[in-house]
């Protein structure tokens, strides 16, 4: 801006003086008194030394010899001078200098505006700024205020949606969802905790009644050995749900090692048919099985579940009743349907019998025919860890 403004001034002055120059009369003296009378210092050159001035108390600048104009200072005076032909003298020209002192002090005021504008500027700038900032970052404020809330104690917390801006929308909402998933994590570990103590408790209560009713009284050899078969009874129990426990547990998370082979589905199930079917026979119970196809797989796996879930139809049928199994397959998976006649399973029930530890009758836990609960969920994940899944449907007494 300064350079600009200096430059016009500079134009103006220089048209101010060359306006000087047309009424001269060519005689030194003559110019030199008009020039005197509008305020204007002269210095009159001839082979580059000066011959005429009409002001004394002002030395001439050196560096107007070869320069065409100069701006100099003098006693707290500024003057710019211009350089002109001068037609009569031998190579002489005429050197005009004005008071440009007024430019000066403009100048000097024209800087304070600017300076104090660029002081004004940069506090209000910081002032604006800090302001946007907070109000910035004050969602986020809130967004932290929410999350300090949330403990193991408390996981039910969710963030508002409409209570913040659209832009936190999608971090809003995969927050909410991590708390959902932590919760619902958080709620099924405490459940687990709660029923594997219930679980394990029973055994141990059982083995402990056992041995202090037997060193009540001193007993015949045969009767202690009656007592240490009941209590091994009650430790393999407890040994196989513990053993069932780290199975589904690993199975869950995709800890086990499978060692995968091209399985004919018929030729897994046929072994497991023919050791149920002792036990089917007790209750006058027939298998069935239909169909045949391949899978890629581990077999002890497959085996396990489809064993457990045969286990379980088997346990809840009909007497003189038929469990079948039919293989299918698709173009892109195949399914093994297992069949029984036998107890109505409640419909209340059907959306948790995969759980841990999940019975319809709970008044039949530790019953010499029923398990820990943990068949199904072992033969869900061993199907999900086959990239499967394992489904329920019951109607009427058709399982």
């Given at each position: 801006?300064?350079?600009?403004?200096?430059?016009?001034?500079?134009?103006?002055?220089?048209?101010?003086?060359?306006?000087?120059?047309?009424?001269?009369?060519?005689?030194?003296?003559?110019?030199?008194?008009?020039?005197?009378?509008?305020?204007?210092?002269?210095?009159?050159?001839?082979?580059?030394?000066?011959?005429?001035?009409?002001?004394?108390?002002?030395?001439?600048?050196?560096?107007?010899?070869?320069?065409?104009?100069?701006?100099?200072?003098?006693?707290?005076?500024?003057?710019?001078?211009?350089?002109?032909?001068?037609?009569?003298?031998?190579?002489?020209?005429?050197?005009?200098?004005?008071?440009?002192?007024?430019?000066?002090?403009?100048?000097?005021?024209?800087?304070?505006?600017?300076?104090?504008?660029?002081?004004?500027?940069?506090?209000?700038?910081?002032?604006?700024?800090?302001?946007?900032?907070?109000?910035?970052?004050?969602?986020?404020?809130?967004?932290?205020?929410?999350?300090?809330?949330?403990?193991?104690?408390?996981?039910?917390?969710?963030?508002?949606?409409?209570?913040?801006?659209?832009?936190?929308?999608?971090?809003?909402?995969?927050?909410?969802?991590?708390?959902?998933?932590?919760?619902?994590?958080?709620?099924?570990?405490?459940?687990?905790?709660?029923?594997?103590?219930?679980?394990?408790?029973?055994?141990?209560?059982n083995i402990m009644t056992?041995?202090?009713?037997?060193?009540?009284?001193?007993?015949?050899?045969?009767?202690?050995?009656?007592?240490?078969?009941?209590?091994?009874?009650?430790?393999?129990?407890?040994?196989?749900?513990?053993?069932?426990?780290?199975?589904?547990?690993?199975?869950?998370?995709?800890?086990?090692?499978?060692?995968?082979?091209?399985?004919?589905?018929?030729?897994?199930?046929?072994?497991?048919?023919?050791?149920?079917?002792?036990?089917?026979?007790?209750?006058?119970?027939?298998?069935?099985?239909?169909?045949?196809?391949?899978?890629?797989?581990?077999?002890?796996?497959?085996?396990?579940?489809?064993?457990?879930?045969?286990?379980?139809?088997?346990?809840?049928?009909?007497?003189?009743?038929?469990?079948?199994?039919?293989?299918?397959?698709?173009?892109?998976?195949?399914?093994?349907?297992?069949?029984?006649?036998?107890?109505?399973?409640?419909?209340?029930?059907?959306?948790?019998?995969?759980?841990?530890?999940y019975r319809s009758d709970?008044?039949?836990?530790?019953?010499?025919?029923?398990?820990?609960?943990?068949?199904?969920?072992?033969?869900?994940?061993?199907?999900?860890?086959?990239h499967g899944d394992i489904?329920?449907?019951?109607?009427?007494?058709?399982?």
């Amino acid at each position: 801006i300064q350079n600009a403004i200096k430059s016009h001034f500079n134009e103006q002055d220089y048209s101010h003086l060359e306006t000087k120059l047309r009424p001269l009369t060519g005689t030194i003296e003559q110019d030199l008194d008009l020039f005197n009378s509008l305020d204007i210092s002269a210095w009159i050159l001839n082979n580059r030394q000066v011959v005429k001035t009409n002001n004394e108390t002002i030395d001439f600048p050196p560096e107007l010899i070869g320069d065409s104009s100069f701006e100099w200072s003098v006693d707290n005076k500024h003057y710019q001078a211009f350089k002109f032909d001068y037609p009569d003298t031998e190579g002489g020209a005429i050197v005009l200098a004005m008071d440009v002192t007024h430019h000066k002090l403009f100048f000097d005021k024209l800087n304070t505006i600017l300076l104090w504008t660029l002081v004004l500027t940069v506090i209000l700038s910081g002032a604006y700024a800090l302001i946007i900032v907070r109000n910035g970052l004050l969602p986020l404020k809130t967004l932290k205020g929410y999350i300090e809330r949330v403990n193991t104690s408390n996981l039910s917390i969710r963030i508002p949606s409409n209570s913040l801006p659209n832009e936190l929308s999608s971090l809003i909402i995969s927050q909410n969802e991590m708390l959902d998933r932590l919760q619902e994590g958080f709620l099924r570990l405490s459940e687990f905790s709660s029923d594997i103590a219930h679980e394990l408790r029973t055994p141990l209560n059982n083995i402990m009644t056992q041995t202090q009713v037997a060193l009540s009284l001193e007993r015949s050899i045969e009767e202690y050995q009656d007592i240490l078969v009941s209590n091994i009874e009650e430790l393999e129990r407890f040994n196989k749900t513990i053993s069932d426990t780290l199975y589904l547990a690993k199975s869950e998370n995709r800890l086990l090692h499978k060692h995968e082979a091209e399985l004919e589905l018929s030729e897994v199930i046929v072994p497991l048919l023919e050791y149920y079917e002792v036990l089917a026979e007790e209750k006058n119970v027939r298998f069935t099985l239909d169909g045949s196809s391949t899978q890629l797989g581990d077999r002890d796996m497959l085996q396990r579940a489809f064993g457990n879930v045969l286990s379980n139809a088997l346990r809840h049928c009909f007497h003189n009743t038929d469990i079948s199994v039919v293989i299918s397959e698709s173009e892109t998976s195949n399914k093994v349907t297992i069949s029984n006649v036998g107890e109505p399973i409640p419909l209340s029930s059907l959306p948790y019998i995969f759980e841990r530890f999940y019975r319809s009758d709970k008044s039949r836990v530790h019953n010499g025919s029923i398990g820990a609960g943990l068949g199904l969920p072992i033969a869900k994940a061993i199907m999900k860890a086959h990239h499967g899944d394992i489904l329920v449907n019951a109607k009427d007494e058709r399982t």
